[in-house]
């Protein structure tokens, strides 16, 4: 017979399961010797301490007194690893970890007492530091602080006391539990007057019978994190804040052991930072009838890197649909949407396998949700609905790009979908649309992008870890590629940095590089996708990585400075035309290379030239007839301000 139950005692207690049979029990004393022998089977979920010598010993008091804590303690501690013991009863909406983890500081002072955060739903039961093989319990304040990095507009504040100062470089490996319910919540739209169905659109993170889906930092704190408060009136300082967690933790490594209590029919899988695994059941109760059976199953994600996301969880409770193309796999209650996305994905398909490569690394999983969207990765939670292939196919772009291409660095992982959404445009509606459309959101680049002389040092030094070096990202100065966290970097622009190497190296040598790429080992070398691209044009393309991924100059800002035409009685074996000798100023820091154009009504002369930052250059065209006029870029390179530049020419 398969049962279960759960027993506590002392405040301890141990959840055991086997295959034939769950048994819960307390840590305790040895039991009498007439006593029946202890159940046998796997630990699930501890909730002592880490060692015999710990176990022992009585847990620190946890004290409800708010203190006086400093952003700058907040702040100084990078996330280096998570190892956790996640327990959900998603009927009771409850959550249980036992989280493992490490930190460093990553300040300029030594820490003697260590600032951690958790959803206000939540609270801290215990700490402690691990060392030498040794688990010490640590003493701790908890109190409630105002944030809304949390959807309850509220943290809950734990202030560890350290036995010895945290030195600046120095790190260190803790274990903690916590504990609580988590329900829907938008506390912190509803006080700044958002309007009911809109805030539980926008916030729809819980635990619960029917789903559960918890999006990370800046929803919901299901796990340890550290960060200075910040709230949604504040411009964008929230979001500014999650971009900067993400990047900070980006070279973390994640583990997770997740076990789900269930009653009725099991749940199918996980969805942890993107990955899914199968939940494996490994206790039921058979004597009942199914609606009615309790039972446990589990499932294991191994360690991996974080990267640049905040760490998600998503139960599912059936199965995917996966569409006749095998290209998605979507839990929907829509089936009658299904076709429909088919039809779009498989018109996408032959665009992406011509940029891309022939076919999809990964398939694309889709969670039916009526929610605000979200996106990790090859995992979008989005409302599903029939439509034709011609309406979903733009927005399907991006999402199976991420099926098709990844990368450690969200310059490329996201920039790469970016770009590949403009490829749709310009395959669908012409490339005049796509430029426009290219324009149109280096406007908003133009708008956060450092003035010329104020940026042009902000980088990653060689050598040096994005995690180390997250200060640099949060300047007036702007951000570099390889340190973005807005956005408007990650996405925009390496969108037009990608459009641009396009028109540098040709289309067939970018083709061959996004596809050797997304299969290279070397992708934690933020340098790699310029050797693999530079192998690929047979081209030296130093000067344009320098200025615009692995530092921020800013945007070119560029000029027709003079243009000069003279006759030519014969052009070879044509007849007369001029020599059109153009040169062209950029008073920004940023290197440019743009097509400069000699027209005169349909004909033209085209010839792409560089323009380092801070000076002029010079071409010549040939040109048969009359010009009228020059075109210096064509909207493809954004600029500080206009984009394209026209100046008439009078020929004699």
């Known amino acids: 017979m398969k049962s279960f139950s759960v027993v506590s005692a002392g405040g301890r207690w141990l959840i055991l399961a086997a295959v034939f049979g769950v048994s819960f029990a307390p840590a305790q004393e040895a039991p009498p010797a007439d006593s029946p022998p202890p159940p046998q089977g796997k630990v699930l979920f501890d909730r002592n301490l880490d060692s015999p010598e710990a176990k022992e010993k009585e847990k620190p008091p946890v004290n409800q007194v708010a203190v006086e804590v400093t952003d700058a303690e907040r702040t100084s501690l990078t996330f280096t690893s998570y190892d956790l013991d996640v327990h959900l009863t998603p009927a009771e909406s409850k959550l249980a970890v036992h989280a493992r983890f490490g930190v460093k500081n990553t300040g300029k002072a030594p820490l003697t007492r260590l600032v951690f955060q958790i959803s206000s739903a939540l609270s801290w039961e215990s700490f402690a530091v691990q060392s030498e093989g040794r688990v010490a319990p640590?003493?701790?304040?908890?109190?409630?602080?105002?944030?809304?990095?949390?959807?309850?507009?509220?943290?809950?504040?734990?202030?560890?006391?350290?036995?010895?100062?945290?030195?600046?470089?120095?790190?260190?490996?803790?274990?903690?539990?916590y504990s609580g319910e988590v329900v829907q919540s938008a506390e912190r739209l509803e006080r700044i007057g958002a309007p009911l169905d809109q805030a539980a659109n926008a916030d729809w993170d819980l635990?619960?019978?029917?789903?559960?889906?918890?999006?990370?930092?800046?929803?919901?704190?299901?796990?340890?994190?550290?960060?200075?408060?910040?709230?949604?009136?504040?411009?964008?300082?929230?979001?500014?804040?999650?971009?900067?967690?993400?990047?900070?933790?980006?070279?973390a490594t994640v583990r997770m052991r997740l076990t789900v209590e269930y009653v009725g029919d099991a749940p199918d899988a996980a969805f942890f930072c993107g990955r899914r695994e199968q939940l494996v059941k490994v206790s039921e109760n058979q004597n009942l009838p199914v609606a009615e059976s309790p039972g446990v199953a589990t499932a294991e994600f191994t360690e991996r890197p974080l990267g640049f996301r905040s760490p998600s969880l998503f139960i599912t409770d059936r199965a995917g649909t996966v569409t006749d193309n095998s290209l998605i796999s979507a839990v929907t209650d829509h089936y009658d949407a299904l076709p429909s996305y088919s039809a779009a994905s498989t018109k996408v398909q032959p665009l992406l396998a011509e940029w891309l490569g022939a076919g999809p690394l990964r398939m694309l999983n889709i969670l039916d949700h009526a929610g605000q969207p979200f996106e990790d990765d090859a995992l979008l939670v989005v409302p599903m609905r029939a439509a034709t292939a011609e309406v979903l196919a733009p927005s399907l772009v991006h999402s199976l790009s991420h099926a098709w291409f990844g990368s450690a660095h969200v310059w490329l992982d996201e920039g790469v979908a970016q770009f590949a959404s403009l490829l749709w445009v310009e395959q669908a509606q012409g490339r005049k649309v796509a430029v426009k459309q290219l324009q149109q959101t280096a406007n908003t680049l133009a708008l956060v992008e450092p003035g010329p002389s104020s940026g042009s040092s902000v980088g990653m030094p060689s050598g040096t870890s994005s995690s180390s070096s997250a200060g640099a990202s949060d300047s007036d100065a702007g951000q570099s590629l390889i340190l973005a966290s807005d956005e408007v970097y990650y996405?925009?622009?390496?969108?037009?940095?990608?459009w641009m190497l396009r028109s540098v190296v040709g289309d067939d040598a970018l083709k061959r590089a996004l596809a050797a790429y997304r299969t290279d080992k070397m992708d934690s070398d933020p340098r790699e996708f310029q050797r693999v691209l530079e192998r690929s044009a047979k081209r030296d393309l130093a000067w344009f990585f320098d200025d615009w991924v692995y530092r921020d100059r800013g945007l070119p800002d560029l000029s027709i400075a003079n243009v000069t035409p003279r006759a030519l009685d014969k052009i070879g074996d044509k007849g007369?035309?001029?020599?059109?000798?153009?040169?062209?100023?950029?008073?920004?820091?940023?290197?440019?290379?743009?097509?400069?154009?000699?027209?005169?009504?349909?004909?033209?002369?085209?010839?792409?030239?560089?323009?380092?930052?801070?000076?002029?250059?010079?071409?010549?065209?040939?040109?048969?007839?009359?010009?009228d006029e020059v075109i210096v870029n064509d909207g493809s390179v954004p600029e500080v301000t206009a984009s394209v530049h026209t100046k008439q020419i009078v020929a004699h």
């Open 138 to 177: 640590l003493t701790f304040t908890q109190h409630a602080i105002d944030t809304d990095a949390d959807h309850t507009g509220k943290a809950t504040e734990a202030v560890v006391a350290l036995p010895q100062p945290l030195e600046p470089g120095a790190s260190l490996a803790l274990t903690g539990f």
């Open 207 to 251: 635990i619960g019978a029917e789903r559960t889906a918890l999006r990370g930092f800046g929803n919901v704190l299901w796990y340890p994190t550290a960060a200075a408060p910040v709230f949604l009136g504040d411009g964008a300082k929230l979001f500014q804040s999650v971009g900067l967690n993400k990047l900070r933790q980006a070279e």
């Open 491 to 498: 996405r925009t622009k390496a969108a037009a940095v990608l």
């Open 576 to 627: 007369k035309g001029f020599l059109v000798s153009v040169e062209v100023k950029n008073d920004g820091d940023a290197a440019a290379e743009v097509p400069v154009t000699v027209r005169s009504g349909t004909l033209t002369s085209t010839q792409r030239l560089r323009i380092a930052g801070r000076s002029s250059a010079s071409t010549r065209l040939v040109f048969e007839g009359t010009p």
